[in-house]
T-cell receptor, first 114, second 111 residues
Framework: NAGVTQTPKFRVLKTGQSMTLLCAQD?????MYWYRQDPGMGLRLIHY???????AKGEVPDGYNVSRLKKQNFLLGLESAAPSQTSVYFC?????????????FGPGTRLLVL | KQEVTQIPAALSVPEGENLVLNCSFT??????LQWFRQDPGKGLTSLLL?????REQTSGRLNASLDKSSGRSTLYIAASQPGDSATYLC??????????FGSGTKLNVKP
């Protein structure tokens, strides 16, 4: 049981390049989330999903797209990277059961946009 | 606007001291509140979750309280240890789907 995994762990991009971050969970969770964390700030929600095939916008969705084609995977895409997207990206999942609402986090992906 | 605030941003205490971390939030109509721990370069680990109908939750040396009317939660750590050094984040949910995080309190427990 690996929990929540994120790929890659670290990436350097040039302005204008595109990339996809992959989040995978093996806990059969319904809900999945993408956050970004910048120095001195808490986590800010980018997009989230309440089940396979669904996505919704969070606090800071501009410049990002997501897809949840399979229940276990949640992909975050940057179509044209900008230096402002330099950050640490965290994925999280939770069951969606009202009695068990703890979020489980991945180890993070560090992204540097030059 | 729904916001979560944590003060102070950093705290340094000697080993063995009891300490309190603070979290305040706008809009008292919360669904639940969670406290997380984050070690440097790592993801977040859930410590305690308090439902809106609850006043407190306890786990070992940790006790989290919730006062919705004043928009505040506190995380009490008893007999602090160097291994407690980490950043502690508070997250609030005003619906079932989304969570809003504070910026965290970085705790350093000196041996």
């Amino acid at each position: 049981n690996a929990g929540v995994t994120q790929t890659p762990k670290f990436r350097v991009l040039k302005t204008g390049q595109s990339m996809t971050l992959l989040c995978a969970q093996d806990m059969n969770h319904e809900y999945m989330y993408w956050y970004r964390q910048d120095p001195g700030m808490g986590l800010r929600l980018i997009h989230y999903s309440v089940g396979e095939g669904t996505t919704a916008k969070g606090e800071v969705p501009d410049g990002y797209n997501v897809s949840r084609l399979k229940k276990q995977n949640f992909l975050l895409g940057l179509e044209s990277a900008a230096p402002s997207q330099t950050s640490v990206y965290f994925c999280a999942s939770r069951p969606g059961d009202a009695d068990v609402e703890t979020q489980y986090f991945g180890p993070g992906t560090r992204l540097l946009v030059l | 606007k729904q916001e979560v605030t944590q003060i102070p941003a950093a705290l340094s205490v000697p080993e063995g001291e009891n300490l309190v971390l603070n979290c305040s939030f706008t809009d008292s109509a919360i669904y639940n509140l969670q406290w997380f721990r984050q070690d440097p370069g790592k993801g977040l680990t859930s410590l305690l979750l308090i439902q809106s109908s609850q006043r407190e939750q306890t786990s070992g040396r940790l006790n989290a309280s919730l006062d919705k009317s004043s928009g505040r939660s506190t995380l009490y750590i008893a007999a602090s240890q160097p291994g407690d050094s980490a950043t502690y984040l508070c997250a609030v949910s005003w619906d079932f789907n989304k969570f809003y995080f504070g910026s965290g309190t970085k705790l350093n427990v000196k041996p």
